[in-house]
């Protein structure tokens, strides 16, 4: 990232004033609203409860074209109260200028929504996977494809990504293999830090740019077994030398948001985890950004046993540092 001149620092400044007094304004509900991003349901629609309408779905009695043309719960009135900050599985101009239409003129705030999706190799123009395309060592295609797929979400009205994902893989049992550089720290980090640019460019503010997210933050790849979701158990040195440069790298390169990990590492949830989301995130790496977590993470931190509710969850995973409640209204 290039070094901010004079008039760009005192743009912040301005622009950090205005927060700072936004957020005096804000009640407490409103600012834990920012903290959710919410997703469109379909669930309700037809009179029907979720069981009911899967339980139709696999025996037959509801077509895959009913289900999609379901009418979706976009959660309007949360949106008129301020409650969500974010909306996920949102695309097109239409759909997410209505939506944000109704945050920006009928809240109280008027505090726009940030629209994230996974967009992982390619949006209407499809790439290589990122394993395929980390074979090429080709830094500077792989940065251009990241480009093309910010400039085409971004038209869609999308201004967040999840991705890069930076997690090293040395099991080729993990499912998620794929979606990564393979097992090489060093590759794994210069891809990293290609994406990051790709996505982002110069500025965030440049036309065709998008906020991208380095994930899964950490040690997701090193699950025991290569099974997905499962603990993850290794030294303090093995962490620092293998999984954790690509993420360094994302943050040098200044990557505007983190995701945290399903995992565990070491017994304690990634989602919960203040070594790794304070301590190595904010003060080892210097992160400015945002961490969401992925999606439902918070309340599976009830499955780790780790915590005895979602509430007890939510006030571990704010306390050690996560931001954003992925998708599930966890922090509600």
Known sequence: MTELNIQEKMIIADYENKINVLIDKMTIEEKVGQLNQSLPSIFGAFGMT?????????KGEISYEDFQAMERDYHKDDLRRGLIGS????TGVELSNQLQ???IEESRLGIPLLFGLDVIHGYRTIFPIPLAEACSWDLELIEKTAEIAAKESSAAGIHWTYAPMVDVSRDPRWGRVAEGAGEDTYLASVIAAARVKGFQGEKLSEPGRILACAKHFAAYGGAVGGRDYNTVDMSLQTLYEVYLPPFEAAAKAGVGTFMSAFNDLNGIPCTVNKFLLTNVLREQFGFKGFVVSDANSIAEVVIHGESVDRKEASKKALLAGLEMDMSQGTYQ
């Open 50 to 58: 979720k069981d009911e309408i899967i339980e139709k779905l696999v």
């Open 87 to 90: 909306m996920g599985g949102i």
């Open 101 to 103: 239409k109704i945050v």
